[in-house]
Nanobody, 115 residues
Framework: QVQLVESGGGLVQAGGSLRLSCAAS????????MAWYRQAPGKQRELLAL???????NYADSVKGRFTISRDNAKNTVNLQMNSLKPEDTAVYYC?????????WGQGTQVTVSS
C-alpha cells in the first residue's frame, strides 16, 4: 500500500506564489512518474505537470512558464512551485504517483487565489 500526503496549499493573492509538496510512503515501489492535477468546482480533473523517473517534465499550456515540478528521489517527494498565481488557478490540487503496480492519489490540498 502506498500513501501520499500533500502539503502547502492555502490562500494567496493574485500574483503570489505557493509551493506544494507531496510525500510518498509505504510499500516498496518502482516509480514511473509523479504528477500534479487540479480540479475546480464543476470541472474535470486536469493534468498540470508530470515528471518521469528520468527527470523529464511536461506541463499543461495553462501553467507552462508559471509552475515548476521537481522531485527528490531519495525522499520520494514531488513538489510544485507555483508563481504568478491567478484567480482561475483556484482548485483542489492532487498529486499522483504512477508505479509498476498501479496509480495512487493524494487526498488533495486546497489552493485559493484571491483577486
Amino acid at each position: 500500500q502506498v500513501q501520499l500526503v500533500e502539503s502547502g496549499g492555502g490562500l494567496v493573492q493574485a500574483g503570489g506564489s505557493l509551493r506544494l509538496s507531496c510525500a510518498a510512503s509505504g510499500s516498496s515501489f518502482v516509480i514511473n512518474y509523479m504528477a500534479w492535477y487540479r480540479q475546480a468546482p464543476g470541472k474535470q480533473r486536469e493534468l498540470l505537470a508530470l515528471i518521469t523517473s528520468g527527470g523529464g517534465t511536461n506541463y499543461a499550456d495553462s501553467v507552462k512558464g508559471r509552475f515548476t515540478i521537481s522531485r527528490d528521489n531519495a525522499k520520494n517527494t514531488v513538489n510544485l512551485q507555483m508563481n504568478s498565481l491567478k484567480p482561475e488557478d483556484t482548485a483542489v490540487y492532487y498529486c499522483r504517483l504512477n508505479t509498476a503496480v498501479g496509480g495512487f492519489w493524494g487526498q488533495g490540498t486546497q489552493v485559493t487565489v484571491s483577486s
